[in-house]
């Protein structure tokens, strides 16, 4: 919603740009009584039926040759391309029982002087060969119209026939069923065409336009913390060389587990002091293991010889009172 109501405010500043006042005025009208902002189905197969009714031709041509360039070029042609044709062809049909029912036979004339050449058209894969041509002419066979694929052979003599709505051939044509058959058809035809299409080229763009900004946003953003992280480093470099200075022995970390610290969130400071707080703690733990290696193991030692050299001399000073000659 707030991409189509973007467009549209760029759509309005164009047409009063170009000076369209009458259009801008019809285009504000019409925004108005639009209360979803979605693709409406209804009010364009509604023109177009109007144009029939109305035996605008000119209004016909305008407005379906703008939906087959522009909607209808990106639907699948295999899938897609009868249809078309079909939903022409009837409709233009519908424009000549309108005629005939009117008595406008200068309006039956001005269509056939305008689709003669497209109605008698040949066929675009009768003349192709090998199985490549026949492959590249699938989609333009599909959906070319032809004299003998699409039965206009009887139509052509329509200004000529007295009773038109009794004959054979053209009597269903002009009843209110057939009539309304088209206009259900048509709306459900482009209700199925319109979820298949891409979004117009103005509306995708202004969601490119803020995907882009949002983007580019979050780019900055992780440029700034880039920055932050380079200051930090530089920060703590700068504390390591101080304290070098300043005659402190330093035993630094490894390079990740300093940046680790500082990324963590800590002081910079705090992260290269550690190197110097870790040393001195590393001093005072080995006092405490040179003293309990003494007391339980070296004192121990120690008391045993003592008790052995007492025991020795006792035997020697034993063994003096016997024989003199073998005393110290």
Not at 40 to 51: G, K, N, Q, R
Not at 78 to 86: K, L, W, Y
Not at 131 to 158: H, I, K, R
Not at 181 to 197: P, W
Request: hydrophobic share 40%.
């Amino acid at each position: 919603m707030e991409s189509v109501a973007f467009v549209d405010e760029l759509v309005k500043e164009y047409l009063l740009f170009r000076g369209y006042v009458k259009t801008f005025s019809c285009f504000a009208t019409e925004k108005q009584n639009d209360k979803t902002g979605t693709p409406e189905i209804e009010p364009i197969a509604d023109s177009l039926l109007s144009t029939v009714r109305n035996l605008d031709l000119t209004g016909f041509q305008q407005l379906w040759n703008t939906l087959e360039s522009r909607f209808f070029t990106h639907l699948n042609g295999s899938q897609f391309g009868p249809t078309i044709r079909m939903m022409e062809t009837s409709l233009q049909r519908a424009f000549l029982v309108k005629a005939v029912k009117v008595a406008r036979r200068d309006k039956l004339f001005e269509f056939f002087e305008t689709y003669s050449d497209k109605l008698t058209r040949p066929s675009t894969n009768s003349s192709a060969t090998g199985a490549g041509a026949q492959s590249a002419n699938t989609s333009a066979a599909a959906l070319a119209v032809t004299v003998s694929d699409a039965g206009w052979e009887q139509w052509f003599a329509l200004p000529y026939i007295k009773e038109p709505k009794t004959h054979p051939h053209f009597e269903s044509y002009f009843t209110k069923k057939w009539f309304g058959t088209l206009a259900i058809s048509l709306k459900n035809f482009l209700s199925t065409a319109f979820e298949q299409i891409p979004l117009p080229k103005l509306l995708a763009f202004n969601i490119e336009r803020i995907e882009r900004k949002s983007a580019l946003a979050e780019l900055r953003a992780l440029r700034a913390e880039n920055d932050k992280l380079k200051s930090s480093l530089i920060a703590a470099q700068q504390h390591l060389d101080k304290l070098r200075e300043s005659g402190y022995r330093i035993f630094p970390r490894s390079a990740t587990a300093t940046a680790a610290a500082v990324v963590a969130g800590g002081d910079p400071s705090d992260a290269a002091t550690h190197a110097v707080t870790g040393f001195t703690g590393g001093v005072a733990t080995g006092k405490y293991v040179f003293w309990f290696f003494f007391l339980f193991w070296f004192a121990p030692v120690l008391d045993m010889c003592s008790r052995c050299l007492v025991r020795d001399r006792s035997i020697d000073r034993w063994i003096g009172m016997r024989n003199p000659a073998l005393r110290w």
